[in-house]
């Protein structure tokens, strides 16, 4: 049976790169991201569009921090890829629950 990987952060750089990459290697992958808008969320799309179009890839569009959001991504996966960012320091200080 072929392993299922959830990459969090699947929009992302460090995220849409591994997903690409695990595609390849023949694992399924389910995507998670909430496209923060850090930076133009339009590159994240972009990230995503060609990718989300390959068998064995789907994508959830959540909320780390929703409550369940988790538990829910986490159901039938072997292995979690955790990949999100809150870039910015200084944000980090100011808006700590961003
Ligand atoms: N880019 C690099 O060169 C590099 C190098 C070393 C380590 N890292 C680390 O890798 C991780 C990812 O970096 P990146 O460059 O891909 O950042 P990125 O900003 O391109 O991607 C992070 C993704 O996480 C998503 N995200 C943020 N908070 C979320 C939440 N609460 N729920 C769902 N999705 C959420 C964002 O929408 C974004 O698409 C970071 O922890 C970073 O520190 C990056």
Redesign the pocket.
Known sequence: MTDTVLV??????????AVEHLLAKGFKVRG????????D?R??RA?LEEIGRRPGFEFVE?????RD?SRDLCKGVDVVLH?????RRSRTRTAPT?
């Open positions: 969090t952060g699947a929009a992302g750089f460090i995220g849409s790169h998670a991201d909430c496209f923060d808008d850090y930076y969320v590159r994240k990230n959540t909320d780390l921090r929703a959001a990949a999100p960012a809150c870039a961003r």
